[in-house]
C-alpha cells in the first residue's frame, strides 16, 4: 500500500491518502481539516478516493469529512460506534476550538473489532483501540506491514487519555495487547508528528516501559 501524508488544521494533524499501486483505488483516512488542500494534494497525485475512513471522532480528525464527502461522493467509514458522541459534539468542539463550526454528522459504516476494509486489492483489519477515545479504531495492511494509528501511539509518546471517557490504562493496554504483538516491523503512521515502527516503540517509548 502507498501513502501520502498531508498536515492539516492548526493541530498538524497527519491525514493520509492511502492507495492500491494495482488498481490507483484510494482512500482519504483522518481528513481533519483543510479540504481545499487535500483536494489539491489528490489533483497532484492524480488520485480520487472511494472512501474517507476514520480512526476517531475528534474534530482535528473528522473535520473536513462530511464536505469532503459530499465533494467526492464517497461514504464515510469509521470509527467504532462508542465515538457517536464526539461525532454528535462536532459543534461544541468547534466552539471549544474556536473554529468555524464543523455540524454533526453519522458515519455510513461503524466499525468493530475484526471487520475488513477494502482498498482496491490491499485489505485492512479493523482493531478496536480504547483509552484517548473509547470508539478508536486502527486500520493494518498484514501483508504490507503498515498500520496507520491515529492517536494511540507515536513516536516518543502516546495519546492523551484526559478526555471524556478516556482511559490511560485502556489506552496502554490497547498498545500492549492489540499493537505491539503486531511486529516490531511493522511502520506506523500516527496521527502527530513522525512515522515510526512498533520495534522502536517499544525499547525506547518512555510510556511503554
Request: hydrophobic share 40%; proline share 6%.
Amino acid at each position: 500500500m502507498n501513502y501520502h501524508i498531508i498536515p492539516v488544521t492548526a493541530f498538524a494533524q497527519n491525514c493520509s491518502v492511502i492507495w492500491c499501486e494495482a488498481t490507483r483505488d484510494a482512500a482519504l483516512v483522518d481528513p481533519g481539516g483543510d479540504a481545499a488542500t487535500i483536494i489539491e494534494t489528490l489533483q497532484q497525485l492524480n488520485l480520487t478516493p472511494t472512501q474517507i475512513l476514520l480512526t476517531h471522532g475528534h474534530l482535528d480528525h473528522v473535520g473536513a469529512a462530511a464536505e469532503l464527502a459530499a465533494h467526492f461522493q464517497v461514504p464515510i467509514v469509521g470509527p467504532q460506534q462508542l465515538d457517536a458522541f464526539w461525532l454528535e459534539a462536532l459543534p461544541t468542539q468547534s466552539r471549544m476550538f474556536g473554529l468555524a463550526e464543523c455540524a454533526s454528522f453519522t458515519p455510513d459504516r461503524w466499525l468493530e473489532e475484526g471487520d475488513r476494509v477494502q482498498v482496491g486489492e490491499v485489505t485492512l483489519e479493523i482493531l478496536h483501540t480504547p483509552g484517548h477515545t473509547p470508539g478508536h479504531i486502527v486500520f493494518f495492511d498484514r501483508a504490507g506491514r503498515l498500520l496507520i494509528s491515529g492517536d494511540v501511539i507515536f513516536h516518543g509518546g502516546v495519546g492523551r487519555s484526559d478526555f471524556p471517557q478516556g482511559s490511560h490504562q485502556d489506552l496502554i493496554a490497547s498498545i500492549k495487547e492489540k499493537l505491539l504483538p503486531l511486529g516490531d516491523d511493522v511502520t506506523f503512521l500516527p496521527g502527530h508528528g513522525a512515522i515510526s515502527t512498533l520495534g522502536r516503540e517499544r525499547i525506547s517509548n518512555p510510556f511503554l516501559q
